[in-house]
């Protein structure tokens, strides 16, 4: 039902989106003084200035001076659909439950792992399949992925790997839009589904981890073997670009990526994890322990004679992503403790060593700025002659009424409400490290929710507002513009015989 009434709501007016309101569903009654503002923005405020990004948000890395004048989506305001996006939970769960998702039909190959793991890359129907004649294949039958019928343009030399965030795959809807723009801009393009995601098979007591990137590598070898005359280039979300970034770091010069994207990235999973149990965000903590459990349910018979500090009870019926770990992760993976699992697993500390182009897009919530200041929204405060509070609940559903009966600060609002992502928190965001890397750009929007972004021309319901940033990076990058960094790829990195890895399709 909600899905056909937002469906049917009629197109949005550019007038409407000059509309900037301040809603307050934490508020069970509006105080008398003042229940909201409305600013309309004049043409000024909304043009956008033709040799510099936006003011609306932070751009920092070593790569900034190089790489402003490469994105035009850059130069206009970072607009958030009114109503939804100026509340990080409201987004994230807008995107989640009903962003549209776009009619593609996959090709599914199964890659076994040196390991004897499995791990499932979906491709889209239609592209050119070129497997060497001795190579065996070995059908598997699994849960059906294919949807409507899509129409392909081409099949071209470019490859695009798309890693999604924890428990994801390629039926979600963020994977599924970034996919059609690349398609639609001539892009081959490859779904890495990790082991147990996207009904990917499991044949080994082992999931995947933050900390264990031997699969990624596997599969970029794998990719680059098949098409050894394509330059490849991936993009990461949450935990994906996680492990994408501690790839990076770790292949350093000899990485055969010729770019890379990480999207809402924890990077620091020891501030994420502390961050997690906080308020509303117990929700999604919750969430995911729920689909971790799913997917271990499913193949639980591998884990029946786990001895050691294996806890597979609690593993089984976690309800945290931090239970989960302590009781399965962080023992299969070699790690003392869930702490030292998260310390050592952070793609924080992998920014120094990441030696291709990398664009990182995070959000930082900047509700409004101090004094009476102009707020993201063009909500204009009419007072900035008001009581000071030194404490104030993030949790306490009045904060927002006290703040518009002019009973606390405009930093005390910030303080309260400006909350980062719930799973991505903003100060693990490794700056320093970034600013100081030539090869590596940041870009942080003021609002956007874990994977969200409701904004730009598509919102609500379309592609979030990160796919044309993106896609206009990555067009660069592959136009051969991208001399300013300081990169190299070691073309014999990426030599590996088709024999030591067994192709399976399904």
């Known amino acids: 039902m909600a899905r056909a009434s937002l469906g049917s709501l009629p197109p949005l007016t550019t007038s409407f989106h000059n509309l900037r309101l301040l809603s307050c569903p934490y508020i069970s009654s509006p105080p008398k003084r003042l229940i909201f503002a409305l600013h309309v923005s004049n043409t000024a405020d909304t043009m956008p200035d033709r040799h510099h990004p936006d003011s609306s948000l ?12 490469v994105f035009k989506t850059l130069q206009r305001p970072y607009d958030p659909f009114p109503l939804i996006g100026w509340n990080c939970h409201i987004e994230t769960i807008f995107a989640a439950f009903f962003r549209s998702l776009p009619d593609v039909r996959f090709r599914r190959e199964c890659l076994r792992t040196e390991d004897g793991g499995a791990v499932s890359l979906d491709w889209v129907s239609g592209d050119d399949r070129k497997f060497p004649a001795e190579i065996p294949v070995l059908i598997l039958l699994v849960g059906d992925l294919h949807c409507s019928n899509w129409t392909l343009i081409s099949l071209l030399r470019i490859l695009l790997t798309l890693q999604p965030g924890l428990t994801g795959g390629s039926g979600d809807t963020y994977v599924r839009h970034m996919l ?80 890379a994207v990480s999207l809402c990235n924890p990077f620091n999973l020891v501030i994420a994890d502390e961050d997690f149990h906080k308020g509303f965000n117990v929700i999604y903590d919750k969430a995911l322990a729920n689909a971790l459990c799913k997917i271990f349910k499913r193949h639980s018979l591998l884990f029946e004679d786990m001895g050691g500090e294996y806890n597979i009870p609690l593993a089984a019926n976690a309800k945290s992503v931090r239970e989960f770990d302590d009781g399965l992760t962080r023992v299969s993976f070699g790690f003392k ?106 870009i942080v929007t003021p609002n956007g929710g874990h994977l969200g972004w409701v904004g730009g021309v598509e919102a609500p319901l379309g592609a979030p507002w ?17 001399k300013p960094f300081e990169y190299s790829s070691k073309s014999d990195s990426v030599q590996q015989s088709a024999e030591s890895l067994h192709k399976l399709e399904v």
Request: aromatic share 8%; glycine share 6%.
């Open 58 to 69: 932070e751009i920092i890395g070593g790569a900034r001076d190089s790489l402003l004048s």
């Open 180 to 259: 059609v723009r690349a398609r639609s801009n001539g892009w081959r393009v490859v779904v890495f589904n990790s082991r147990g995601c996207g009904d990917s098979p499991v044949t080994t007591a082992q999931f995947y981890s933050a900390s264990f990137i031997e699969d990624l590598r596997q599969v970029v070898k794998h990719v680059a073997t098949r098409y050894p005359k394509a330059k490849l280039y991936a993009v990461g979300w949450s935990l994906g670009a996680n492990i994408l970034v501690r790839y990076l770091g770790q292949e350093s010069y000899s990485c055969p990526l010729s770019g």
């Open 337 to 442: 403790s869930v702490d030292d699992y998260y310390s050592n697993s952070s793609s924080s500390d992998s920014i120094k060593h990441v030696h291709i182009p990398l664009l990182c897009i995070q959000w930082e919530a900047a509700y409004c700025h101090p004094k009476g200041g102009k707020c993201p929204y063009g909500i204009q405060f009419f007072s900035s002659e008001v009581e000071k509070e030194d404490r104030v609940d993030s949790r306490n559903s009045e904060t927002l009424a006290l703040f518009l009966a002019g009973r606390i600060t405009t930093q005390a609002l910030e303080s309260s409400l400006a909350a980062s992502d719930p799973i991505a928190p903003s100060r693990g965001i490794p700056r320093e490290d970034i600013k100081e890397n030539p090869n590596c750009l940041l």
């Open 466 to 482: 990160t796919d044309p940033v993106v896609m206009e990076f990555l067009e660069h990058l592959e136009r051969g513009r991208s």
